[in-house]
């Protein structure tokens, strides 16, 4: 054995990737990935078992690429938030696990939004639930498989079941917590009636997880999970775990203020505050982050699997299709709403993409262009909600994501923001983020130690991208925009 490490878990929707950190210097030492099954809206799902396989798999490649086999002192799983996993009483699932972009509770949770008001809701937790959020999972559950809760003794979310793997215990963190829409994040606790609302009377406490705090262990490696990891030291911790996007901004040292800016298969714009956040229109989610603080956060449905959608359409690839963006000249172009799977934030479960303002001049670069920019656009909205119910967005623009991969989504971020944008050397953001919070555990820190750490393993700066000049008028180039995506509303397809 040499050094001591620690091992950060991201279980995404599309796979799991594990990285190994040296503990005392947060160097990292090796990765490893594996994928999950495609699960596509409206009706997204997948099964734990095949989020515990690829966990095992990722970490034993992990581990066997470190060279000289480091002590694992203490994990933590950071996963793809609000999915539903129903455990029976051996601590089995009880079936699939339907995940964030499950858009089927929709009618569901509007008759909820109905029932409890939506500015009620707000006040209460924070955030006003959209068809993403667990609860509109739970009242779908309860109208179509009204039998599948008489059978649950447990109901998790998907980095909760992990942890639970690993561990045996049944907890969660805030930030999970949060995203479900019956927790009160500052009261911080669970918010049972809005359950038996959504799917009847039932001894709710008693089938949900133990809040822990940032810095509090879940309990230590099982002698079978660290068998089917390949683990075989003694007494290896395991940390609370959290959200993808909330250890991702963990992992990226950011302060409150920063811009953190996620283009994954969803969009988010984010930053970090020390207060809760309500916002009257329900756009702002006021979720908590891992520190102790708070995360408000406005995240979109439809991002960088917009510009595959683009490859595919105009017959190219990703790269060329980066190019073609980046040589469209100063014409405003196309516009596009990028709705094309629905949209959570604004709640529009039923719309559908649009493309305006084609002429017999457009030329593929502009429509390029409009596919690589309307998910942008939609960010830039977002940052306004934030900015309007009160949120400090002062601090510098830092995208993260595998949409970062595009120079021309970078470039066009730039120059819609007028910002510098930075993109930091962190290519799991997420995982590092676990990984931050498993020496903080190890270390037994709390939650000022916690933030240190994250400073002190900071990423560098991989490259910044300025904005350019040209010659097109981006705030009437906003304004179409935000005229279209009002026009996307449909009959029954939202709520205020």
């Not at 030492?29 to 396989?53: F, K, N």
């Not at 991002?303 to 990703?318: I, K, P, Q, S």
Request: hydrophobic share 40%; net charge negative.
């Amino acid at each position: 054995m040499t050094d001591a490490c620690v091992l950060g878990v991201d279980s995404s929707t599309q796979s799991c990737k594990v990285e190994v950190r040296d503990l005392a210097t947060g160097r990292l030492l090796a990765t490893g990935a594996a994928p999950h099954p495609p699960a596509y809206p409206p009706s997204s799902e997948q099964h734990p078992r095949d989020w515990v396989a690829a966990f095992t798999t990722a970490a034993r490649e992990a581990l066997d690429r470190c060279p000289g086999r480091p002590a694992v002192r203490a994990i933590s799983v950071a996963a793809q938030c609000h999915g539903l996993v129903l455990l029976d009483e051996h601590g089995r699932p009880l079936r699939a696990a339907k995940l964030w972009n499950d858009t089927t509770g929709a009618p569901n949770l509007a008759r909820l939004v109905d029932d409890i008001g939506a500015q009620p809701w707000i006040r209460r937790i924070g955030s006003l639930p959209t068809a993403a959020f667990t609860i509109a999972k739970v009242a779908w559950m309860a109208e179509h498989e009204p039998g599948m809760f008489d059978r649950t003794a447990a109901m998790v979310l998907p980095h909760d079941y992990l942890t639970y793997w690993l561990t045996g215990a049944l907890v969660t963190d805030r930030s999970e917590a949060s995203g479900t829409g019956y927790f009160d994040t500052a009261a911080r606790q669970w918010v049972p009636e809005y359950l038996s609302l959504a799917a009847g009377h039932r001894d709710w406490p008693a089938m949900l997880p133990t809040v822990l705090g940032p810095c509090e262990a879940a309990g230590t490696l099982r002698a079978e999970a660290a068998d089917a990891l390949g683990i075989d030291d003694a007494d290896v911790l395991v940390g609370p775990g959290g959200g993808d996007q909330h250890a991702a901004y963990l992992g990226l040292g950011l302060d409150d203020g920063d811009q953190y800016i996620g283009i994954g298969t969803s969009g988010v714009v984010a930053t970090s505050t020390r207060a809760p956040i309500f916002d009257p229109t329900g756009m702002v989610d006021g979720v908590a982050d891992l520190t102790g603080g708070y995360l408000p956060l406005v995240s979109t449905l439809n991002a960088a699997r917009v510009g595959d959608v683009a490859a595919r359409l105009l017959g190219t690839d990703l790269a060329t299709l980066a190019d073609l963006a980046l040589a469209a000249g100063d014409r405003r172009g196309p516009v596009l709403v990028p709705y094309l799977d629905g949209e959570r934030k604004p709640n529009r479960p039923d719309a559908h993409g649009t493309v305006a303002d084609l002429t017999s001049h457009t030329t593929r670069e502009e429509l390029a262009r409009a596919f690589v920019e309307g998910p942008l656009l939609s960010l830039m909205s977002a940052r306004d909600d934030l900015r309007a119910c009160g949120v400090d967005l002062d601090g510098s623009p830092v995208a993260v994501g595998g949409g970062t991969r595009s120079r021309a989504t970078l470039q066009l971020l730039a120059d819609l923001l007028g910002e510098q944008v930075t993109v930091l050397d962190a290519d799991e953001a997420t995982a590092r983020g676990a990984c931050v919070q498993a020496a903080a555990v190890a270390a037994g820190t709390d939650v000022a130690g916690l933030r240190d750490l994250a400073k002190r393993w900071q990423p560098a700066v991989r490259e910044q991208v300025s904005p350019r000049t040209t010659g097109r008028d981006l705030a009437a180039l906003r304004g179409r925009w935000a005229e279209l995506a009002r026009m996307t509303q449909l009959d029954g397809g939202g709520r205020p």
